[in-house]
């Protein structure tokens, strides 16, 4: 049972390079989002993606860019890193955004990036 | 604009205490609640919500939660705390007077000491 997958797992970065996170699921759901985790902050949201082919500002967009590649994948990237991105990145899946909203968002295991 | 609050940064029990992680929210709407556990290195794993219906939600691993209306809480609370409910634990609110978007709150540590 894979269903949220993330990679890299780790990675280290310097000022202004650019990196790809990616996100596969495979669980067939509609809705996809990416989140990163900072200490004493919760999770929160940078983009999301209600269904296949649509893409949505979260709460913290700025800096970065989302594909939806297909239903099952969802990439995050970072243009030009900044230190201030040093995070953990979580990618998320659930049943449509709409009228099933009260469905769970089922989470991988994260991608830690320090940028120096 | 909806928010959560989790006051306890961290909380400590003792193995076999009753064990409560307390969680307040701000909605404009009827809020879809959830609460969410994080072991080290991993992403969050769903324990249960509260849509509608009864106010005592039963979820997994024994932990159960309570939907007060008039106090806008969602407390966590599990009867006889393990070790291995040593964790970072999130409360999350969904309005969908908000767009269905999922806030959560800044998470509550929990140890649990033998």
């Known amino acids: 049972n894979a269903g949220v997958t993330q990679t890299p797992k780790f990675q280290v970065l310097k000022t202004g390079q650019s990196m790809t996170l990616q996100c596969a699921q495979d669980?067939?759901?509609?809705?996809m989002y990416w989140y990163r985790q900072d200490p004493g902050m919760g999770l929160r949201l940078i983009y999301y993606s209600a269904s296949e082919g649509t893409t949505d500002k979260g709460e913290v967009p700025n800096g970065y860019n989302v594909s939806r590649l297909n239903k099952r994948e969802f990439s995050l990237r970072l243009e030009s890193a900044a230190p201030s991105q040093t995070s953990v990145y979580f990618c998320?899946?659930?049943?449509?955004?709409?009228?099933?909203?009260?469905?769970?968002?089922?989470f991988g295991d994260g991608t830690r990036l320090s940028i120096l | 604009a909806q928010s959560v609050a989790q006051p306890e940064d961290q909380v400590n029990v003792a193995e076999g205490n009753p064990l409560t992680v307390k969680c307040t929210y701000s909605?404009?709407?009827?809020?879809?609640l959830f609460w969410y556990v994080q072991y080290p290195n991993r992403g969050l794993q769903f324990l249960l919500k509260y849509i509608t219906g009864d106010n005592l939600v039963k979820g997994s691993y024994g932990f159960e939660a309570e939907f007060n209306k008039s106090q806008t809480s969602f407390h966590l609370k599990k009867p006889s705390a393990l070790v291995s409910d040593s964790a970072l634990y999130f409360c999350a609110v969904r309005d969908k007077a908000a767009g269905n978007k999922l806030t959560f709150g800044g998470g509550t540590r929990v140890l649990v000491k033998p």
């Open positions: 669980m067939n759901h509609n809705s």
């Open positions: 998320a899946s659930s049943e449509q955004l709409g009228t099933a909203s009260n469905q769970p968002q089922h």
């Open positions: 909605v404009s709407g009827n809020p879809y």
